[in-house]
């Protein structure tokens, strides 16, 4: 069976696309602001802000049966015949960002067999970061009742030469355009075509040759005898992460002869090129609320050193300073968020209550010869991108 394929994809017939189109629910979890922005962008239209829950809202009322308003939602819009099918294809992306620079994608199926997040078996698809397991719970409930998934998960490859993505750019002219419209809040563009046909069956190809052993040999040396790793997990680990272990829980209720076809068994995302030039890597920078600040600038001259020595490598500079924050919050209280952006992470530091840890920035090469040698990063060791810069959700697939 194919590792990604292509499946049916469900679009808005009519809509406002750019109310329609919500960034990831993992981003600005500490700015509210930015939610009741999102809100009053899709204040009575359909939109992807009715079918998730923002991690923003998470610790607030507004998370209170949030899984079956979703769930409602969801249906809703289907009965209402919100959606059309585009069949058994992929879609190409092109996403400008907000200063310009063009990204290149492909929305595919993943079968969740050949994806782990544990770091326990040498899979095909494997998580680049660590897995925070209380992040799951919240994610897995609402898929229990949810007949839709929106991707906001990014996969890597590391397709060198290209082989993947040129195939779809080269052919867009000849190609159904699905969608192409801007993002709300400052999001950038956005644009899709479907590929088909004969392209499809080129890009099915060349997807599938990522995965041979000897090209993988030639990639990262004796590294590649830990097992192939085709495709790495850059953004939505958790998401996808939920899906993986509900798809375990609805294998085991399941006959043999269903278990290769139920939609559950997949899980829509994006694709991407880590060799992409427009694709960056930011660090994720932590900041500590609620905390006591008059001792911090003290104990940060004494320790950030042990996260911006370059000698260190970026999984050993993570851990540094998840270590320091998780010390100085257990010793002055607090708690400690994630956060995308450097100027984010400032404004917010510099808050009552409130001190920020910088991490340097990330080289992105090597990133796959380093899982296979080491294993997974340290969780939240990096971000693809700024906050703007994240997958918006507007693709749905059913999943039951």
């Not at 585009?86 to 199926?109: K, M, N, Q, W």
């Not at 067999?113 to 719970?137: C, K, M, N, W």
């Not at 950038?188 to 004969?198: F, L, M, N, P, Y």
């Not at 953004?235 to 399941?254: I, M, V």
Request: charged residues 30%; hydrophobic residues 40%.
């Amino acid at each position: 069976m194919h590792i990604v394929s292509s499946t049916d994809i469900l679009l808005p017939r009519s809509a406002d696309m750019s109310a329609w189109s919500v960034i990831a629910c993992d981003q600005f979890t500490s700015e509210p602001e930015y939610w009741a922005s999102a809100e009053r962008c899709a204040a009575d239209k359909p939109s992807t802000l009715s079918l998730m829950l923002p991690e923003a809202w998470l610790h607030s009322a507004r998370a209170d049966g949030a899984d079956e308003r979703i769930a409602d939602a969801m249906r809703r819009y289907l009965a209402e015949n919100v959606f059309r099918t585009v069949p058994d294809s992929f879609i190409y992306v092109e996403r400008t960002l907000p200063d310009g620079r063009l990204r290149r994608g492909l929305v595919a199926a993943l079968d969740l067999e050949q994806y782990d997040f544990t770091g326990t078996q040498h899979a095909s698809i494997r998580s680049t970061e660590g897995t925070v397991e209380e992040r799951l719970p919240p994610r897995v409930s609402i898929r229990r009742t949810a007949p839709l998934e929106m991707p906001h998960t990014l996969l890597l490859m590391d397709d060198r030469a290209d082989t993947v993505l040129s195939l779809p750019e080269r052919a867009k002219d000849r190609l159904e355009k699905v969608y192409d419209f801007d993002l709300m809040l400052g999001g950038g563009h956005i644009a899709g075509w479907r590929v088909s046909g004969e392209t499809k069956t080129a890009v099915q190809a060349a997807l599938d040759a990522l995965d041979n052993a000897a090209l993988q040999r030639e990639k990262y040396g004796a590294a590649a005898e830990n097992g192939k790793l085709t495709f790495a997990v850059g953004d939505g680990n958790h998401s996808l992460a939920a899906a993986k272990r509900f798809w375990e829980e609805k294998r085991e209720t399941l006959p043999e002869n269903e278990r290769r076809t139920d939609p559950a068994r997949f899980a829509l995302v994006e694709i991407e090129n880590i060799h992409e030039p427009s694709l960056d890597f930011e660090p994720i920078h932590r900041v500590i609320f609620e905390t006591d600040t008059a001792p911090f600038a003290a104990a940060l001259a004494a320790h950030r050193a042990e996260w911006e020595d370059p000698e260190k490598t970026l999984g050993e500079r993570v851990a540094a300073a998840e270590n320091f924050c998780r010390a100085y919050t257990a010793a002055h209280g607090g708690y400690i968020d994630y956060i995308h952006g450097d100027d984010t992470a400032r404004a917010l530091g510099e808050k009552p209550g409130c001190a920020a840890v910088l991490l340097p920035p990330v080289d992105k090469s090597g990133l796959f010869l380093s899982v296979l040698k080491n294993g997974a990063l340290p969780k939240k060791s990096f971000s693809m991108g700024n906050a703007r810069d994240k997958r918006y959700y507007l693709e749905c697939r059913k999943i039951r």
